[in-house]
């Protein structure tokens, strides 16, 4: 199984076609960004996909923002995730991620909405991943337990930094839910969260060690999984970002981090942290033979169906 890492659009500027192109400089294998909105996103992405070939992982914000509006329904939020789901069709994405749904609704409600995601998605030819997100469906490790015990086709994108704040701790404390949920992971938001927030100053400082490591521990237990389930790639983003996330000085508000140096450092430091775990778990078990039925169906190289 191999690591093919995404660059995140949040936080950055100008053209989509200038931050491919440093991605792709970078040694990302990918990007990662919104769904297409305008005729003029459209014609832009297109250029991209075209020119770069590069594979592009899509997100969809149901419920108005990325904080969800209150008085939003949940017909509201459908229908924002099946206009982006048709949006992002024509070109081809990876997977879709999802940050939708509300904290607040019934569980039925919540049921709902993910059913109605996972059914678009399927007459689309889409995965669709719904993200481990902070005031959204699975804006906790066990509601999420729970949803996937209920529907167990459900496809996540593990973003742990957000349950870090919701649940005040890290989340090796909470390995039997991350096992539970492990096998229903195809994407892995690399961001660094603690316990009092979903983003450390600095991935790379000491004093945040025991943070970087207890998130790194939770994803060699979904590339696990997913190496037992015939992946032959596995996705992941570093995911640093603005917006509050990147601590400021006070008075000034100067980043304390620049976020592309640290979004890159997490790229080197997965993609050596992920060579150790493949090769001391080659050490220690035999790899099973791939089966040859389970051929790559994109490059997020997960099987196709049977």
Not at 52 to 59: D, Q, T
Not at 179 to 196: E, F, K, L, M, S
Request: glycine share 8%.
């Amino acid at each position: 199984m191999k690591l093919s890492l995404y660059r995140t659009r949040w936080g950055t500027n100008g053209s989509l076609a200038d931050f491919a192109s440093e991605a792709r400089s970078a040694g990302f294998a990918g990007i990662e960004s919104p769904a297409p909105a305008s005729h003029e996103e459209q014609r832009e992405l297109g250029a991209v996909r075209n020119g770069l070939g590069m594979p592009w992982i899509a997100e969809i914000v149901t419920g108005g923002g990325y904080v969800p509006q209150r008085g939003l329904s949940l017909h509201d939020h459908v229908e924002g995730l099946r206009a982006g789901l048709k949006a992002c069709a024509p070109f081809g994405p990876v997977r879709v991620n999802c940050i939708g749904g509300l904290d607040a609704w019934s569980h039925s409600d919540v049921l709902r909405f993910l059913e109605a995601g996972m059914n678009m998605a399927e007459s689309l030819g889409l995965e669709l991943c719904f993200e481990t997100h902070r005031s959204r469906c699975l804006f906790n490790p066990w509601r999420c337990e729970q949803i996937v015990g209920e529907l167990p086709e459900i496809r996540l994108t593990a973003d742990l930094s957000h349950w870090c704040v919701v649940a005040e701790r890290l989340m090796d404390t909470e390995m039997p839910t991350i096992r539970t949920i492990a096998p229903n992971v195809r994407h892995i938001h690399a961001r660094v969260g603690y316990d009092q927030g979903p983003q450390v100053p600095h991935p790379a400082a000491p004093e945040y060690a025991e943070a970087l490591s207890s998130h790194q521990h939770c994803w060699e237990v979904f590339w696990e999984a997913q190496r037992t389930a015939g992946a032959v790639s596995t996705t992941m983003t570093p995911e640093f970002g603005p917006d509050g996330y990147l601590h400021q000085l006070p008075f000034t508000r100067a980043p304390v981090a620049d976020l592309w140096e640290i979004n890159r450092w997490m790229a080197d430091a997965e993609r050596r942290h992920f060579m150790q775990w493949r090769n001391s778990s080659i050490d220690s078990r035999q790899v099973r033979p791939t089966d040859p039925r389970n051929a790559p169906d994109s490059a997020g190289g997960w099987p196709r169906p049977t």
